[in-house]
């Protein structure tokens, strides 16, 4: 047999007593235990209990980091791809920035070079078609083969070649073989300018006409024989950081000023079609380890999903326990005021507990306040009033031995208001879990509850 729950009434009643002392009592303090009886008539239903935040997160963290992470290797990706706004075109003909070549066109559209910009591969032959042009061919990426490099020379009066790559120098310059970087170089007769930025250096053959270097170190500008093409491999003079140094503004306008005409042409991406793009497909153009690493991503995906998506079996409905002794919960709240430190929270609790029951032995109204409960208990007994309050309400504890000397007071007070008014003490709760069926049928509790 169980303790009958609190009627509602005297719930109420309390709670507005001690909001009116100034006191918030806590729940587990604030009530008995009540009793929670199954309907026999109503069939047992799934478990209905609502899921914390951390078990939430914690059936979710798996794909919660591989979201995120997904998320920032296409992050990464997009910003190793895209292009920096900041650093602009490199050698761009119309870019200010930097590693642009605005100021060396600028420059020689001062001087009278109609410096005309080829946007594509077309485009370049077009402008070239008309006659006395010099073509400055800056293909960094190599998007044109050699084959449509040398139609380019070929319709051109002269040509620059700025950097060019291993197949294009093998296929239209045999004895022409790259010799590494070399730094700052000075006193060339070959040009009017005295010293030039480094760059690459290019080894040709004794027919060949070399500037700024030596036979063996190389040239950062080599002239095949012929004397119609010049292989530049100091692109730095060119650029808009660097045109002011030395004497590159000089070089540049010697090279590339010796016609009225100068076509400006940087390959892009839209001339792989014409440069023999078309007619491969898409299989041709996948590489072979493609499909495996794919088929390898796809069963790991699965896999994981199989891994943290399986479920452990049926979920089971477990009835909670019908019975809550007041000894337990007091305990455990005991505990957690314990190991979150909270030594004035769970003094506050034992001093509503006393003060309500002082209130009650000495017959004082449901709204008395704190200061007339303690005034009246030392009037009772005969002590100071402030010495009374101090227990009550005053002090704070400071420390464990401060929590204990502070709840010891309270029961010596409690006593001594009890044996003033001839009340019996109340029995000390159960230590065991065999005392707490005696404790809970003692009928001495229905009163130590109010």
């Known amino acids: 047999m169980s303790t009958p729950p609190v009627p509602e ?3 109420a009643r309390r ?6 002392r100034g006191f918030a009592a806590p729940a587990a303090f604030s009530a008995a235990p009540t009793a929670v009886a199954p309907d026999p008539d109503t069939p047992p239903g ?29 992050a990464a990706t997009l910003s190793l791809t895209r292009p ?24 020689l559209r001062d001087r009278g070079v109609d410096v005309q910009i080829a946007t594509d591969y077309d485009a370049a032959r077009e402008l070239l078609a008309r006659g006395g042009s010099t073509l400055l061919l800056a293909d960094e990426n190599r998007y044109l083969n050699a084959e449509r490099v040398e139609r380019l020379l070929g319709e051109a009066d002269r040509s620059v070649l700025v950097e060019p790559g291993f197949l294009v120098l093998d296929a239209l310059f045999p004895g022409v073989t790259m010799a590494g970087t070399l730094g700052e170089q000075t006193a060339s007769a070959c040009t ?3 010293s030039i930025s480094g760059g690459n250096a290019y080894r040709g053959t004794p027919a060949d006409t070399g500037c700024f270097g030596d ?13 119609r093409t010049a292989l530049l491999g100091a692109s730095a003079i060119l650029q808009n950081e660097s045109i002011a140094d030395h004497e590159n503004a000089a070089f540049a306008l010697g090279l590339l000023g010796s016609t009225p005409r100068l076509v400006w042409y940087q390959p892009t991406t839209a001339d792989l079609e014409v440069t023999g793009g078309a007619g491969v497909s898409a299989a041709e153009a996948t590489p072979v380890w493609l499909t495996s690493v794919l088929g390898l991503i796809l069963l790991t995906a699965l896999g994981a999903m199989a891994w943290r998506g399986r479920r452990f079996g049926a979920l089971v409905a477990e009835d909670l326990p019908v019975i809550v002794p007041a000894a337990e919960t007091m305990r455990g709240r005991a505990r957690l005021y314990q190991s979150l430190g909270a030594r004035e929270r769970a003094l506050d609790a034992l001093r509503i507990g006393t003060i309500d029951r002082i209130a009650s032995a000495l017959g004082l109204p449901r709204h008395a306040t704190v200061t007339e409960v303690s005034a009246a208990a030392a009037d009772r007994l005969g002590r100071p009033r402030a010495e009374v309050h101090a227990i009550l309400f005053d002090t704070l504890p400071r420390g464990e031995r401060d929590l204990m000397a502070g709840s010891a007071a309270l029961s010596a007070l409690e006593a001594a208001i009890n044996a003033s008014v001839q009340i019996a003490p109340p029995r000390p709760l159960p230590r065991h879990r065999s005392e707490v069926d005696s404790y809970d049928h003692d009928p001495r509790r229905e009163y130590r509850a109010r």
Do not use: C, H, K, N
Request: hydrophobic share 40%; glycine share 12%; aromatic share 4%.
């Open 9 to 11: 009434g005297r719930r």
């Open 15 to 20: 709670a507005a007593r001690e909001a009116a």
């Open 46 to 74: 799934p478990d209905s209990s609502t899921p914390t935040v951390r078990a939430a997160l914690r059936r979710t963290a798996f794909w919660i980091i591989v979201v995120l992470g997904g998320l920032l290797v296409i």
């Open 84 to 107: 920096d706004a900041s650093r602009g075109t490199r050698l761009g003909a119309e870019d200010s920035s930097p590693g642009g070549s605005r100021a060396v066109v600028q420059v």
């Open 192 to 194: 009017r300018a005295t």
């Open 215 to 227: 036979p063996d170190t190389g040239y950062l500008l080599l002239t095949p024989a012929g004397g």
